[in-house]
């Protein structure tokens, strides 16, 4: 499989490139007032909304920076009843792929309710 790696903080994640649609380079936004922080605004692209959150403040409570590395990712997120929409995730140092095999994850122990962003680590 193929993966996205990115950091957050002082530690490297991975999305797999299926869930993709597109990686970006950093963009100006639309604010949407009185959202959550972590809301990084709206992205008018290819003739639609897209909402962007900022995945350094969701988890970590910082913003991420305006490096040459920070990158606007759209992946496909499952929406009920209409199978998927887009959604941009603002993400740092996002520069490098991973190829490896499912094999070579483990499960986090962690139940998805208790800790939305942890589903798997690598070994």
């Known amino acids: 499989m193929l993966f996205l790696v990115f950091g957050l903080g002082n530690h490297r994640y991975a999305l797999d490139a299926a869930q993709i ?11 949407v007032p009185l959202a959550p922080p972590w809301v990084a605004g709206l992205l008018f692209h290819r003739e639609q909304n897209i909402p962007v959150i900022d995945l350094n403040m969701l988890a970590l409570g910082t913003a991420a920076r305006p490096l040459m590395s920070t990158r606007l990712v759209l992946v496909f997120y499952p929406q009920a009843g209409t199978g998927s929409c887009l959604l941009g995730m603002l993400v740092e140092q996002a520069t490098d792929t991973l190829r490896c095999a499912t094999e ?20």
């Open 104 to 123: 070579e994850f483990t499960s986090s122990g962690l139940v998805p309710d208790d800790a939305p962003l942890a589903r798997a680590s690598a070994q």
């Open 21 to 31: 649609a597109e990686v970006l380079p950093l963009v100006s936004l639309k604010p």
